[in-house]
Every structure is written in structure tokens, then in C-alpha cells.
């Protein structure tokens, strides 16, 4: 009998949740085989079956959380394919067992049936009554009817301590003054206001990614003096570039000309004059790369991931594009590599696309500048003639760490955005 384990995934991630297992008790694999898809914190992954045989036992379910070297299942070796034909034995011989027990529910005494009758209505009677969670519980373990008790709760919710008083004799509890009451049954009390509705509610289990994300964007608010300042661009430029050159842009290098990578050429542009923007922190200091991998943000029905284009200052637009194109293609289509997400010095989020006018973007910590783009809309613009125009204007956002870039540093970099956005034909003259 052979093992599978959870093996090592990455430096960074110990565990997982089963997402779906994709082989079930008494299928044949090889070794090699993928048999489960096991979510992490970044990418959903594949484990593979590390022998021949039949999968004899699956020792976790979908759902469970498990960590690096956790045995998940076991394969037989010399085993054959067919554990539906031993289950269908199985359900065979309980059969008899079966029927034997409805004869003897049927020779019962009619006394004992009917006190089974009362037991049920007892039951029905403790479902009606408004009860936490915790106070059913407790109500079980010390054997007391539900029905039979007051709540002080203004509303008619009994609650654990109303279990305890009527356990200790009555059902009407005492008063005692709120001062008094242990530490941990304010925790229980302020637990169940939390989890208790009087209306209907869905609860959802928040998957690993969700979880992961909510952690790191609190992380990255808690751990960073986090600031954004904003600009406003004029479109009208790149617009009408790209209206000029999509077919033929299209023709040569078989992907549109799209915005992003106008934006991505300007962020490395800016970046190249204030390399604070380039940088993160670590400890006591401050490690100032001289690379230039973009994140993108790219949003899919599990949450936000950000793959990242490298090298985007040896790219040409065509290579932005193709790169864009592909990373957000991996990641709608699950098949991102931990190595896509890894990196990045610098972030760009695009919610116009979406509809967004105005936000202010969170960190992608450790990174020190994120830079939002919003929807593009006709606004009264003053023009330097002192005219006044309907032009696409765009608001940008960059939200920035305050503890190594200065609100000067932050604003101009913004600003230079903006110039080389307004002025494509100098963006593209200069690469």
C-alpha cells in the first residue's frame, strides 16, 4: 500500500484546500496521474499520483484543508480496478441487517411508539423555540427541554446562561447584573449577536484565495502609511493614435493596440526618474530594484490576482500587449504558475473597465506604488486658447507607501505619467 502526500508546492505555501478530487475509490491510476486540484493561497494546482495502482482509500474530502506532507490518500499497488462491485457486496449483505431491523420495529409495543410519537413532538416543539446556537448545545448535554424555558433576551432568545439557570432550578432565571457576568460568556454573547439573524441569510465559505486576499489587503493597510494622490489625463492623443494605427498594429503583430500598454510604457518612463516608486522595504532598509516587472490586476470569479509582465522596459508595445493578453488569458482559465505571480515591483489596475470614475488603489505589498486607471469620459475641458471642449478625460490614481516616497516624489511621478500619456508620439519616439 502506497501513500500520496501533499508534496512541497513552494517556499511560500505549506497548505491548501481540496478543491475537487478528480479520481475516486477504486479507480486505476499511474503513477503521475493527476488525482486532485488543490487550492493555495495563489494558484490552484495539480497533485499527482506518486505510484501505479488502485486508489484504495481517500482519506480527505473536498473542502478539507491540508498541509504539505499530509497523507491524502492511499493506492494498492497490486490492487484491481472495481471498488463499485465490492461496494455493491457490501450494500448486499447489509440488506438482511436491514430488513431484521424493520421487523423488529414492527413487533415494538404500541406504548413504545407512541412515546416515540411524543419524543417527536417534543423535538418539533424545541425547533420552534428562538434558541443560539450554543444554547441548543448546551441544552442537549443536560438533557432540558427548550420549551419548557424564559429567555431574558427582549426578543425571546434563550441563551446559554438561561440553560444554565434552568438547570439550576426553575425556569425563570435570575436577573444579575450585566457587571457581574464572566468574561467568557460576554465573548459567547457577543459571539452569537454576530452569527444570529432574525431574517434569512446565506452563509458562504470564504475560499482560500478570498481569505488570502481580504488577509493581505488589511496586512498591507496596517503595515504601510498608505497614501493617493490624483491626476486627470487628456485621451484625446492616444485615442486618435490608435485609431490610426489598430489595423495595422493588428495586421503586423496579430494583437490589438489596447491602453495598457501606453500606461505600462509610461509607469517603467516614470519609474526610470524616481526609483523610490521601484522599490521596497525590508527591515531597516531599503532595497531599490533595478528591474521592471509590471503587475497587471487581473480580476476572475475567485478575486483578484496579479500576474506580472516582465522585463516590460526591453518589451515594445507589441510585447506588452501579447504579454497582457496572455497572463489575463492564464488566469481566466485557472492555468497561472506560482512563478507568474511571484515578483513585481510595481502594480497597475485598471477598473475602468468596469465603470469605475475614481478610486483609490491598496498596495500590493511589498511593493510601494500601485497606479489605478479609471473610465474614460467626455468632459468640459479649458483649453490653453481659453476655448472650452468636450475631450475624453480619464482620472489615474497612486496610492503610494509614505514611508520612503515623499508626497513631491509621488505627485510629480504622477505628473509625468500624465505628460507622456498626453503626448504618445514623444512615448513612442523614446521606447
Do not use: C
Not at 508534496?7 to 475509490?25: D, F, Y
Not at 501606453?262 to 526610470?272: D, I, Q, S, Y
Not at 509582465?309 to 496572455?326: C, H, T
Amino acid at each position: 500500500m502506497k501513500e500520496i502526500k501533499v508534496p512541497e508546492l513552494a517556499e511560500s505555501i505549506t497548505e491548501g484546500t481540496i478543491a475537487e478530487w478528480l479520481v475516486k475509490k477504486g479507480d486505476q491510476v499511474e503513477k503521475g496521474d493527476p488525482i486532485l486540484e488543490l487550492e493555495t493561497d495563489k494558484v490552484n494546482v495539480e497533485v499527482n499520483a506518486d505510484a501505479s495502482g488502485v486508489i484504495s482509500e481517500l482519506l480527505k474530502e473536498e473542502g478539507d484543508d491540508v498541509e504539505v506532507g499530509d497523507v491524502i490518500a492511499k493506492v494498492d499497488e497490486n490492487g484491481e480496478a472495481g471498488g463499485a462491485s465490492d461496494d455493491s457486496t457490501e450494500e448486499k449483505q447489509e440488506e438482511p441487517k436491514e430488513e431484521k431491523q424493520e421487523e423488529q420495529e414492527a413487533s415494538q409495543p404500541k406504548e413504545e411508539s407512541g412515546s416515540e410519537e411524543k419524543q417527536e413532538s417534543s423535538n418539533d416543539q424545541q425547533k420552534d423555540v428562538i434558541a443560539t446556537p450554543a444554547a441548543r448545545k448546551r441544552a442537549r448535554e443536560l438533557g432540558i427541554d427548550l420549551s419548557q424555558i424564559s429567555a431574558r433576551d427582549p426578543l425571546g432568545r434563550i441563551r446559554p446562561e438561561d440553560v444554565d439557570a434552568a438547570a439550576k432550578g426553575g425556569s425563570e432565571p435570575k436577573e444579575t447584573p450585566k457587571q457581574e457576568a464572566p468574561k467568557k460568556e460576554k465573548k459567547q454573547e457577543a459571539a452569537d449577536e454576530k452569527t444570529e439573524f432574525d431574517k434569512p441569510v446565506d452563509r458562504i465559505k470564504m475560499s482560500r484565495r478570498r481569505q488570502t486576499i481580504a488577509k493581505r489587503l488589511v496586512e498591507a493597510q496596517q503595515n504601510s502609511a498608505m497614501l493617493t494622490t490624483f491626476n486627470e489625463v487628456d485621451m484625446t492623443n492616444v485615442m486618435n493614435l490608435r485609431s490610426e494605427r489598430k489595423q495595422s498594429f493588428l495586421d503586423k503583430h496579430d494583437v490589438k493596440l489596447g491602453f495598457m500598454s501606453f500606461f505600462t510604457k509610461a509607469v517603467v518612463g516614470a519609474l526610470k526618474e524616481f526609483p523610490l516608486l521601484n522599490a521596497e522595504i525590508q527591515g531597516n532598509e531599503i532595497i531599490q530594484k533595478k528591474f521592471y516587472d509590471i503587475g497587471m490586476a487581473v480580476s476572475t470569479d475567485e478575486g483578484l490576482v496579479v500576474p506580472v509582465v516582465r522585463d516590460a522596459d526591453r518589451l515594445s508595445f507589441a510585447g506588452i500587449e501579447k504579454g497582457i493578453m496572455d497572463v489575463a488569458t492564464k488566469a481566466r482559465n485557472k492555468e497561472l504558475q506560482l512563478e507568474d505571480l511571484q515578483g513585481g515591483s510595481f502594480t497597475i489596475t485598471n477598473g475602468g473597465i468596469f465603470g469605475s470614475m475614481l478610486s483609490t488603489p491598496i498596495l500590493n505589498s511589498p511593493q510601494v506604488g500601485i497606479l489605478g486607471l479609471h473610465n474614460i469620459e467626455k468632459r468640459a475641458k479649458v483649453m490653453p486658447d481659453d476655448t472650452i471642449q468636450a475631450r475624453p478625460m480619464m482620472y489615474i490614481a497612486l496610492s503610494y507607501d509614505h514611508r520612503i516616497v515623499d508626497g513631491k516624489e509621488a505627485v510629480q511621478f504622477l505628473r509625468r505619467i500624465k505628460e507622456m500619456i498626453e503626448d504618445p508620439y514623444d512615448l513612442l519616439l523614446e521606447g
